[in-house]
């Protein structure tokens, strides 16, 4: 299995070399459980999601990441090192279900984003598009809670103009409290699209609610490639 040291090294330095230019927030810290399996859920609005959302938490993850990242040299090698683990986007992958249950087994917390990849704008499960089939399933099987995750904020940090010295982006990372398993019985599949709808909407809960509770203004809040660059 994975070190937490090499986790917390690879999340460390992400956050230490971009920590002059951002300026995060956690929030919900105290809903993240401290031992035991446990799925870790969030929206998906850019590469920098998982150090962000990974330094927030006091416990490592081990993330599920496009196959793409571990052939880029020595990212690969990191990505490896730190716990993370491919999987093949837009199809079903046996051996990346098979190490998230493997690891959730070993009572370790694994990082999905449901959304199946990034998506902003009415892609995203944040204005209300539906989530990629896969989280139920794999909580139903391993018996694991969901921890539903929001990020927001991240994607800015494309634009190069973020980069400004003393022009501090803003990001936040909220928990809320681990959703059961769905249950194992009966109609399983309609079991578990029931549980994705109540993933999708507690996400959308808990967004709004870190919206309004925070006062995040409108730039801030997770915009479309074209609309970053002017286009729309």
């Excluded at 969030?42 to 330094?55: E, L």
């Excluded at 690969?76 to 098979?98: Q, S």
Aim: hydrophobic share 40%.
């Amino acid at each position: 299995m994975p070190s937490p040291l090499a986790y917390r090294f690879c999340t460390g330095s992400v956050r230490a070399l971009l920590s002059p230019f951002v300026s995060r927030r956690s929030l919900g810290r105290e809903h993240i459980p401290r031992n035991g399996a446990c799925i870790l859920a969030p929206n998906h609005i850019s590469h920098f999601d998982p150090p962000f959302i990974g330094s927030a938490s006091p416990r490592p993850a081990d993330w599920m990441a496009m196959r793409e990242l571990f052939s880029i040299p020595v990212v690969g090698k990191l990505l490896t090192w730190a716990g993370t683990f491919p999987v093949e986007m837009g199809k079903f992958d046996m051996p990346a279900v098979r190490a998230a249950i493997e690891r959730l087994k070993a009572g370790r917390m694994v990082g999905v984003f449901p959304e199946g990849g990034l998506r902003t704008g009415p892609n995203s499960v944040l204005e209300g598009a539906a989530l990629r089939p896969g989280v139920a399933a794999l909580a139903q099987m391993t018996g694991a809670p969901v921890l539903p995750c929001v990020i927001i904020g991240t994607d800015a940090l494309y634009a190069p103009r973020q980069y400004i010295p003393l022009r501090r982006t803003k990001v936040w990372v909220a928990f809320a409290p681990p959703l059961p398993p769905p249950a194992g019985g009966g109609d399983k599949a309609a079991t578990r699209e029931k549980f994705e709808a109540l993933l999708a909407q507690t996400l959308q809960e808990l967004y709004a609610r870190t919206v309004r509770e925070q006062k995040i203004p409108p730039e801030c809040l997770p915009q479309t490639p074209q609309r970053r660059k002017g286009r729309a």
